[in-house]
């Protein structure tokens, strides 16, 4: 990718589908300190999610072409350790299926050299449709198909 980031799917447990993406600690997201502000981890967390839509056909424009959106309604993040300019990291994002209409990720990432956890995380999404912004409340056919697709049989 032209952003410098590798990205290779694992399938894991039932029902949970893995990316894992490396990115370098980019001189903008960190503080005088050269430490990463906090609030980058967020956009980690983005980077993951897009990298696993782009792998696996469940991206923004894929959601958005189906008529939705898919607002984040819940994020959690726990600090484990500081970054620091020029660390590559290790995003792995994993979809967990649920039985609601809504997607769940959650995170880990690792600083590669030192093979440490630095940050653990998760995110709600929930779908709605796009022009009158009405949330959906039994799972789109787009992604029940989706799943049966690429979700391991669990």
Not at 27 to 32: I, L
Not at 33 to 48: K, T
Request: glycine content about 8%; proline content about 4%.
């Amino acid at each position: 990718m032209a952003t410098g980031r590798r990205s290779t799917p694992k399938a894991e447990a039932a029902r949970t589908l893995t990316t894992r993406t490396e990115v370098k600690v980019r001189f903008n997201e960190v503080d005088s300190l050269g430490i990463a502000w906090h609030g980058h981890y967020v956009r980690y967390f983005e980077d993951g999610r897009e990298d696993f839509g782009t792998e696996h056909g469940l991206g923004y424009l894929d959601v958005y072409g189906h008529g939705l959106v898919t607002p984040i309604v819940q994020l959690t993040c726990d600090y484990k350790r500081p970054l620091t300019y020029g660390d590559s990291i290790l995003i792995e994002t994993t979809f967990v299926d649920n039985p609601a209409a809504r997607l769940h990720f959650t995170y880990q990432i690792f600083q590669l050299e030192r093979r440490v956890l630095v940050a653990t995380g998760s995110t709600t999404q929930v779908f709605l449709e796009r022009e009158s912004r009405t949330l959906l409340l039994n799972t789109p056919e787009f992604f029940e198909q989706w799943k049966q697709r690429v979700l391991p049989v669990g």
